[in-house]
């Protein structure tokens, strides 16, 4: 079982859906990161929290410590938004964990 | 405030050859992080550098792979007679240090693209 689970695999939206990823971590942590990945592209920070909700444009990350279970929501998606969503865990030795990333497509 | 600067951005070696990848940190960030991106995998960390220090190098393969962080320039990834296997990207990040783990937030190098011939 891996340390960090992320759901759904696949994600597949119409524009101006809401949408919802999940993560969750078995691992202590420190922190906890969203990355945004494009296809053959880099790789953006979205978000890093470590404890409650955090809000950026139509973004918005909550974690839940005791949980051990993060959301990454994406408000009125837009086939931009089209992307690899990672989540990644921040080891308390600063390593990140990463999970195996969500495919989301927004379609017009 | 240039990011996280990484290269070459892609780089083609023949079996056996040697690869560098460098990767030179935010400016006032002194922790470096690189990744490994197989492909079709997800991230996987191999190594963990402050300054001239190694911190944890728990992700490095035990053979052929090095990586230094030296008190002047860049961080370098070092693949010695690489393999087909080694073809991924490697991404590089960087945080500023001095912070608990907590606030110490890294930022993402655009990756180098190697490709074993």
């Known amino acids: 079982k891996n340390e960090v689970e992320q759901s759904p695999q696949n994600l597949t939206a119409q524009e101006g859906e809401f949408i919802t990823i999940n993560c969750s971590y078995s691992?202590?942590?420190?922190?906890l990161h969203w990355l945004q990945q494009h296809p053959g592209g880099g790789i953006v920070s979205l978000f890093m929290?470590?404890?409650g909700k955090k809000k950026h444009g139509r973004l918005i990350a909550t974690i839940n410590i005791q949980e051990k279970h993060s959301s990454l929501h994406i408000t009125a998606s837009h086939p931009r938004d089209s992307a690899v969503y990672i989540c990644?865990?921040?080891?308390?030795?600063?390593?990140?964990?990463f999970g195996t990333g969500t495919r989301l497509q927004v379609f017009p | 405030n240039a990011g996280v600067m990484q290269n070459p951005r892609h780089l083609v070696r023949r079996r056996g050859q040697e690869a560098r990848l460098r990767c030179s940190p935010m400016?006032?960030?002194?922790?470096v992080y690189w990744y490994r991106q197989l492909p079709e995998e997800g991230l996987k960390f191999m190594v963990y550098?402050?300054?001239?220090?190694?911190?944890?190098e728990s992700g490095m393969p035990k053979e052929r792979f090095s990586a230094e962080f030296p008190k002047e320039g860049p961080s370098i990834l070092r693949i010695q007679q690489v393999v087909r296997g080694d073809s991924a990207a490697y991404f590089c990040?960087?945080?500023?240090?001095?912070?608990?783990?907590?606030?110490?937030?890294?930022?993402f190098g655009p990756g180098t693209r190697l490709t074993v011939l």
């Open positions: 990040a960087s945080s500023p240090g001095g912070k608990p783990n907590s606030y110490n937030e890294q930022f």
């Open positions: 691992v202590g942590i420190s922190a």
């Open positions: 929290l470590s404890s």
């Open positions: 990644a865990a921040k080891h308390n030795t600063d390593k990140l964990i």
């Open positions: 400016k006032g960030h002194s922790h």
């Open positions: 550098l402050q300054k001239e220090n190694i911190i944890d």
